[in-house]
């Protein structure tokens, strides 16, 4: 489900979606592509702005299991 949220003052859109979704990887283009008109105001964004925002992604676990280097 896509949904809204507005930019706080001095943010840029990775924090913006790290302080919702906690990380970035693979959301930043997806969110550009939702809202083609961030393109045009540089990398700071104006307090207020509506970013529409992704599904958030799989909860899916798809780290690697630690290396345990002894025993």
Known sequence: ????????????????????YGKTADITEQALQLN??????????????PVTLPP???ARDTTQPPIQLWN
């Open 1 to 20: 489900m896509k949904r809204t949220v507005y930019a706080h003052q001095g943010e840029t859109l990775d924090a913006l979606l790290y302080r919702v």
């Open 56 to 58: 958030p992604p799989d």
């Open 36 to 49: 083609p008109h961030l393109v045009n105001q540089g990398p700071i964004l104006r307090e207020g702005t």
